[in-house]
């Protein structure tokens, strides 16, 4: 849980700075947590930090050019978005649908 609370107090300082430094951290942090909060052991979990995660890809992938970083991001959210759905997490599926859209249409506007 450390590690992830680290992810998201990183992510949010680095959304206020304009480089990308503690993005990096906070997605280094995400997928440290990612090793203990497995999907088998704590899927619920596994899938919140699956969404950290997939924020701070996409503020990433908002910041430079190309469609990496939005890919990722996009991976992780379908990861998590399929652990709701079976979860019946209706809240967090709306959630993850609507971040599954914005990076999915910020990849597409990159691709035209």
Known sequence: MAQNNLGNTLELLGTRESGTGRLDEAAAACRAALEERTRGRVPLDWAMTQINLGNVLQTLGEREPGTGRL??????????????????????????????????????????
């Open 71 to 112: 890919e990722a991001a996009v991976a992780a959210y379908w990861a998590a978005l399929e652990v709701f759905e079976e979860s019946r997490a209706t809240y967090y599926v709306e959630i993850t649908r609507s971040n599954l859209a914005r990076a999915e249409a910020l990849i597409e506007e990159r691709r035209r």
